[in-house]
């Protein structure tokens, strides 16, 4: 099992950043991916961004590129995100996400085996 719990979300203004962090505990030493979701209200979870734990490699959702970077920190099992020049559009619950395994699927929620609480983020215009 492994245990990720998120923070850093919040209320901000547009144009404003925020950086989120999600730590993950328990068998973390199997991790493959990390990930960063979120959905907003009436709509399916959107996948934003995943980076692999071992080779630091990463891809985003083109709607974030250049204005989020998601990273990790090995020694502390913890994936950040930063998200700058915030715009209404990216107001949502932002949930971490663990895939224990290779050849997955990344942009597929289904191909995650662990998620955290979510942490709201709300940008207004």
């Known amino acids: 099992q492994v245990q990720l719990v998120e923070s850093g979300g919040g209320l901000v203004q547009a144009g404003g950043s925020l950086r989120l962090s999600c730590a993950a505990s328990?068998?973390?030493?199997?991790?493959?991916?990390m990930a960063w979701f979120r959905r907003a209200p009436g709509k399916e979870r959107e996948f934003v961004a995943n980076i692999n734990w071992s080779a630091g490699t990463t891809v985003y959702l083109d709607s974030v590129k250049g204005r989020f970077t998601i990273s990790r920190d090995k020694a502390k099992n913890t994936v950040l995100l930063q998200a700058n020049n915030l715009k209404p559009e990216d107001t949502a619950v932002y949930y971490c996400?663990?895939?224990?395994?290779?050849?997955?699927?990344?942009?597929?929620?289904?191909?995650?085996?662990?998620w955290g609480q979510g942490t709201q983020v709300t940008v207004s215009s």
């Open positions: 328990g068998r973390a030493f199997g991790l493959y991916t």
């Open positions: 996400a663990a895939s224990m395994g290779p050849g997955r699927k990344i942009f597929t929620p289904l191909s995650y085996d662990y």
